[in-house]
């Protein structure tokens, strides 16, 4: 429920933000909210009851879609189309104090999105995954999730230095923390295509498995870039020298604290599982699975590790372990109800970045360098791609030989099929955008005054065009490539 409780807290700040406030903005008197008694009519009327019909019209649209098999416009499109309908709405609403000015949604979307809607995503992937598909490619996608992801961030960083002269983004901290968190794929379109179509479980766990991990990764070496205490001066050479190093050691600290505190509190959970036996009460076998994803994602961030990352894991040994300790009643509606709260919190993440993008910046250099940031990200995902396909099937191919399997189709090589739709699934989503919003000052001041909103506008033009693009035509490649379609595999 908790997501639930994360949206209402975003349309009532929406709506407490202006409240009682009252001042002159370019000559003109911006209405003053009172308090009292009307205070609970304009949060209804301000926040919960557009927020109820764009929900509304989300799904009724999203069902719409499915129902006459539209797969050119990607659902996550429309419900971003229908955020910044929202998002128009609340800036008529609340007028151009806070919403207008582009503060609002900066300070409330980061935290709902991480701390509301994020865990029960990351919970239901894990509790539905086919594990035994997972366990046994998941050397290869660390290698996708890990060193792809550094060479992807690396590859972005150079190009924008090197490219300085046309956008004016000249800095390396500023280039190399914009390709960290631009570095996170998120290919919600291509999955979802792909679990309607039943795809070769393979692509689908590699897709699947790096989107999931890299997100991690990105975060930590954003972080690190963002961090003034841990970057430092960049006029200090010792200090400079000292960052590739605190990359390295806060990737290796955090994949070893995530995945020991996401191991622990699944055993933890499953052990009380076991010994309080909910069989005879589905409601509470529901909500303790619940539960467990914000208990897991918690633990992980207190403990300055990555909550996605301890929450993938513990919700996959969850999906293993506690399964067998709940009635076949309740595991079903557990299920069930999971799927459903996670695709409520993916709506609401959608719909936040539709909202966010009314009140991005108009001006030129930011629809300027967005062309340049698109035609980076393609070329550091195609490098990434390479480099790592070509790295993943060498050690599949010793792997093979060491096994002495003389069937070639055993060590599930990556065809150039499989790269391809993996370069094509390099879709960006709303953690990028979160972590643009949580730019420190520091890129005005060394950039210039308006970069950040730069950057953020851009960040939005690769979401959405992105989106368009290589989500709206997945079905069609996936057709043209052949890649085996429609069948259900076992797991291996």
């Not at 909210?33 to 205070?39: K, N, R, V, Y």
């Not at 550094?150 to 390709?179: K, Q, W």
């Not at 009314?358 to 629809?367: C, K």
Request: aromatic share 8%; charged share 10%.
């Amino acid at each position: 429920m908790r997501c639930v409780v994360g949206a209402l807290l975003v349309a009532s700040a929406a709506a407490a933000y202006c409240e009682g406030v009252s001042h002159e903005v370019n000559g003109t008197l911006v209405k003053d909210h009172g308090h009292g008694g009307h205070g609970e009519h304009d949060v209804a009327l301000e926040s919960m009851l557009p927020i109820s019909c764009a929900l509304i019209l989300a799904f009724v649209l999203s069902s719409s879609m499915e129902s006459f098999h539209i797969t050119f416009f990607p659902e996550s499109g429309v419900v971003i189309l229908i955020g910044l309908g929202l998002g128009f709405i609340f800036k008529a609403l609340l007028g151009e104090v806070g919403f207008g000015s582009g503060e609002l949604i900066p300070s409330i979307g980061p935290a709902a999105v991480k701390s509301a809607f994020l865990p029960i995503i990351i919970f239901e992937s894990g509790w539905s995954l086919r594990w035994k598909d997972f366990a046994s490619q998941v050397g290869y996608i660390l290698i996708f999730a890990v060193i792809g992801t550094m060479i992807s961030m690396t590859v972005v960083g150079l190009l924008i230095v090197a490219t300085s002269e046309y956008h004016g983004v000249a800095e390396l901290r500023t280039a190399f923390a914009y390709g960290s968190l631009i570095a996170a794929t998120d290919p919600v379109a291509t999955l979802a295509t792909y679990a309607s179509l039943k795809v070769d479980p393979v692509l689908n766990v590699m897709v699947f498995g790096e989107s999931m991990i890299n997100d991690a990764v990105a975060i930590v070496v954003f972080e690190i870039m963002n961090s003034d205490e841990v970057f430092g001066d960049p006029c200090d050479h010792q200090t400079v020298q000292s960052v590739p190093l605190a990359i390295l050691a806060g990737i290796g600290q955090k994949l070893v604290v995530s995945v020991l505190s996401g191991a622990a509190a699944a055993i933890a959970l499953t052990l009380l599982l076991r010994f309080a036996s909910l069989k005879h009460a589905q409601l509470m076998e529901i909500l303790y699975i619940m539960a467990s994803a914000y208990l897991m994602y918690g633990l992980a961030e207190t403990l300055h590790a990555s909550g996605i990352i301890a929450t993938l894991l513990g919700s996959m040994l969850m999906g293993i372990y506690s399964k067998p300790h709940l009635s076949s009643e309740g595991l079903m509606l557990a299920t069930f109800f999971v799927k459903g709260m996670a695709t409520l919190a993916d709506t609401f993440t959608f719909m936040i970045v539709g909202i966010g993008a009314v009140a991005v910046s108009t001006e030129p250099r930011a629809f300027h360098f967005s062309l340049w940031v698109m035609l980076f990200c393609l070329v550091g995902r195609a490098a990434c791609i390479l480099f790592c396909g070509g790295l993943a099937n060498l050690l599949k191919v010793a792997i093979g030989r060491m096994k002495r399997q003389t069937d070639e189709s055993e060590w599930l090589l990556l065809s150039g099929r499989h790269l391809f739709m993996m370069w094509h699934a390099g879709l960006r989503g709303a953690i990028a955008l979160v972590l643009c919003w949580e730019l420190g000052p520091w890129v005005d001041e060394t950039e210039g005054q308006g970069t950040k909103e730069t950057l953020v506008t851009s960040t939005l033009v690769v979401i959405c065009v992105f989106l368009l693009i290589f989500g709206g035509t997945t079905q069609c490649l996936l057709s043209s490539l052949s890649i085996r379609m429609g069948a259900s595999a076992m797991q291996s």
